[in-house]
């Protein structure tokens, strides 16, 4: 069991940056590898971004190329979500998921974060 806890949501201006933080807890969370989903009001699910066990092989949405990082760091059992330059259709909620297989279908992750609400004004 991984145990996971999403911070650093909030209120941001169009252009701005905000850094999404995913604490773990239970099971070594370096046994997993970690992604970032989001989810807007009336959409499905959509994946972020997503990072390996040991921090390489990431990969990113189109839509979040270029201005997002993804990270972690296994000895604090903690994962971020560097975002920059923020657009108004960023706006969401963000999840942390994990599981034993990497991949960018949400329905494959067992463990999820309850999550945490990015709002992007114009």
């Known amino acids: 069991q991984v145990q996971l806890v999403e911070s650093g949501g909030g209120l941001v201006q169009a252009g701005g940056s905000l850094r999404l933080s995913c604490a773990a807890s239970g099971r070594t969370f370096g046994s997993y590898v970690a992604a970032w989903f989001r989810q807007a009001p009336g959409k499905e699910r959509e994946f972020v971004a997503e990072?390996?066990?040991?921090?390489?092989?990431?990969y990113f949405a189109d839509s979040v190329k270029g201005r997002f990082t993804i990270s972690r760091d296994n000895a604090k059992n903690t994962m971020y979500l560097q975002m920059n330059s923020l657009k108004p259709e960023d706006t969401a909620v963000y999840y942390c998921?994990?599981?034993?297989?990497?991949?960018?279908?949400?329905?494959?992750?067992?463990?999820w974060g309850r999550g945490t609400q990015v709002t992007v004004s114009s």
């Open positions: 998921a994990a599981d034993r297989a990497i991949g960018t279908d949400y329905v494959q992750y067992t463990y």
């Open positions: 990072v390996g066990r040991s921090g390489g092989g990431t």
